[in-house]
């Protein structure tokens, strides 16, 4: 059974870093594709990064984001992390952590979803 786990969330000024988890069972991080999404209020739900597990795990980052966010993994702690620097108020918003499914056409349609966890940036 998947299971996907998100933590790290809080309150940050802007110009702050803040590193976000996700926390994998039931399938291997190093196998599988992931991604991280966030929603903020009000607005639909976009991608921020995907590592694709059918172009040689490679990371695809979302414009917006390109140069202060980096994911990594550890493969013992079957781990993803986001780490964002140089946050803004406009990267506010509940992130999640997805996985399985396909990257396609620069778009990562994910199977499973974990909740979320809140980031907020905000002198």
């Known amino acids: 059974q998947v299971q996907l786990v998100e933590s790290g969330g809080g309150l940050v000024q802007p110009g702050g870093s803040l590193r976000l988890s996700c926390s994998a069972s039931?399938?291997?991080?190093?196998?599988?594709?992931t991604g991280w999404f966030r929603q903020a209020p009000g607005k639909e739900r976009e991608g921020v990064s995907c590592t694709s597990a059918h172009n040689g795990m490679t990371t695809y980052y979302a414009d917006s984001v390109k140069g202060r966010f980096t994911v990594s993994r550890d493969s013992a702690e079957n781990t993803v992390y986001l780490d964002m620097n140089d946050l803004e108020p406009e990267d506010t918003g509940l992130y999640f952590c997805?996985?399985?499914?396909?990257?396609?056409?620069?778009?990562?349609?994910?199977?499973?979803w974990g909740k979320g966890t809140q980031v907020t940036v905000s002198a």
């Open positions: 997805a996985a399985g499914g396909i990257y396609f056409s620069g778009t990562y349609h994910p199977d499973y």
């Open positions: 039931g399938f291997s991080v190093d196998r599988y594709s």
